[in-house]
């Protein structure tokens, strides 16, 4: 937008777009549309169905149409075919829980200014021993990397590759794809103990623990990461970090890859004027929010650091992401 079309009009929507956010999270966190089911139904069946006051739940019913998420007629509401798709949980393609974890996260993007003042995180990592908060974010992560993996495995060349370390993988969602499309290949994904049941029981779910292993490990604190691969897969794992932990994670990772070997990094990746595209540079300040030391890193940062570790042919990757995400690859020489 340039200076000419900002207006107070245009400053005025930005500033109470939150409120279309806390609409759209108090639908989701109430399971308003799970609820709502195949068929209409009056408030009065909803309220008593959610245990909600009627009259205040027609408020949110009627802002919820409004925005399109419902279809109200003759005084029955309805799902439309978009939030019977996404926001029920009878869907398969439900996203509430990365929907969840984005409501977790307001309180800290409400204390911004305080955390640019002082240069440290208002939310902690005490947050993810929450039982709902430990869903809603590693459930989001797996719905929106399934979203997106299709794309990347089609992307990405892995075939005659044997073994893919997938650093920080979590529920192991891009090991699923990469070997669902390779079917020479094998992964390990290598992450913290708390995140190994989540993890075998998706790979189980897709019938792949004969070729998906889990690997407890820490790849910040130690020293170094256990086994020989000749693929490394970093995927949203440097935004949490700041650029020495990052140059350290991209050597540990390179250090066990043989010669031949791929490395790529998945992120969401800023122009390298740090300006731009608008996700990653909001990104940056959620990282801001939450992190010690973490940001979103430009295509020449990212670069740099794998051309420090040794790699050759470094490349980006042309990729059109659905959420801003980016890929740069490099090659153990």
């Known amino acids: 937008m340039t200076v000419q079309e900002m207006n107070p009009g245009k400053l005025l929507e930005i500033s109470g777009s939150y409120w279309r956010t806390c609409t759209l999270h108090a639908?989701?966190?109430?399971d308003v549309f799970t609820a709502m089911g195949d068929e209409p139904k009056s408030a009065e069946a909803l309220s008593e169905k959610l245990s909600a006051d009627k009259r205040a739940l027609v408020m949110l019913l009627n802002a919820l149409t409004a925005m399109g998420l419902l279809e109200k007629k003759g005084g029955a509401y309805a799902n439309t075919p978009a939030s019977a798709a996404f926001l029920s949980k009878q869907s398969p393609r439900y996203i509430g829980f990365i929907i969840m974890h984005h409501y977790h996260l307001v309180e800290s993007w409400f204390q911004l200014d305080k955390a640019v003042l002082t240069g440290r995180a208002v939310r902690t990592r005490a947050s993810f021993s929450d039982a709902e908060w430990r869903e809603a974010f590693l459930m989001g992560m797996f719905n929106m990397a399934m979203s997106v993996a299709p794309g990347i495995v089609k992307t990405i060349e892995l075939s005659g590759r044997r073994h893919l370390l997938d650093l920080g993988g979590g529920p192991g969602t891009y090991s699923i794809h990469y070997c669902q499309a390779n079917p020479g290949?094998?992964?390990?994904?290598?992450?913290?103990?708390?995140?190994?049941p989540f993890a075998e029981k998706t790979i189980a779910k897709f019938s792949l623990a004969d070729r998906i292993q889990f690997m407890d490990g820490d790849y910040v604190a130690q020293e170094r990461i256990k086994g020989s691969y000749?693929?490394?897969?970093?995927?949203?794992?440097?935004?949490?970090?700041?650029?020495?932990?990052?140059r350290q994670i991209i050597q540990k990772a390179a250090v066990v890859l043989e010669p031949g070997g791929m490395l790529i990094v998945h992120d969401f990746i800023l122009n390298n004027e740090m300006n731009g595209p608008l996700f990653p540079a909001l990104f940056s300040l959620n990282m801001l929010l939450g992190t010690d030391d973490g940001q979103a890193y430009s295509e020449k940062e990212i670069m740099d650091m794998l051309a420090e570790a040794g790699l050759k042919e470094i490349k980006r990757i042309p990729f059109d992401s659905p959420?801003?995400?980016?890929?740069i690859s490099g090659i153990v020489p």
């Open 323 to 327: 959420n801003d995400s980016g890929l």
């Open 27 to 30: 639908g989701v966190k109430l």
């Open 230 to 246: 000749d693929a490394a897969w970093l995927s949203h794992i440097l935004h949490g970090e700041g650029p020495q932990t990052c």
């Open 185 to 196: 290949l094998k992964a390990t994904v290598y992450d913290l103990a708390t995140t190994r």
